[in-house]
């Protein structure tokens, strides 16, 4: 098969697209008082470089912005680190 065949026959597949937003400790004490409506703040500010992730693989970056009143991704660029990369 050629490999635009190839890219051809699986384009239509769907995958999950992951932007990691940040990463927070807390304590179980914290974790277990949490009640609906307790905002947690995440370490990275609108307009910070995040990583994307498909399939749990580091595929590329962008940068957080706001849109029509919504959170949304800017897509800065395909990934320069390995394949292999996944999270940590």
């Known amino acids: 098969m050629k490999s635009n065949e190839a890219i051809s026959r699986y384009s239509a ?3 999950p697209l992951e932007p990691e937003l ?3 400790s807390m ?3 914290d974790i277990l ?3 609906r409506g ?3 703040k995440l370490p990275r500010p609108i307009g910070s470089k995040i990583e994307l ?6 595929f590329g ?14 897509f800065s660029g395909f990934s320069k680190k390995e394949p292999n990369s996944s999270r940590g």
């Open 22 to 24: 940040g990463r927070r």
């Open 61 to 74: 970056t962008g940068e957080l912005v706001h849109l029509s009143g919504k959170m949304a991704l800017r």
């Open 33 to 35: 008082a949490l009640a």
């Open 27 to 29: 304590s179980v004490r």
């Open 13 to 15: 597949l769907t995958l």
């Open 53 to 58: 992730f498909v399939g749990g693989a580091l």
């Open 38 to 40: 307790n905002v947690i």
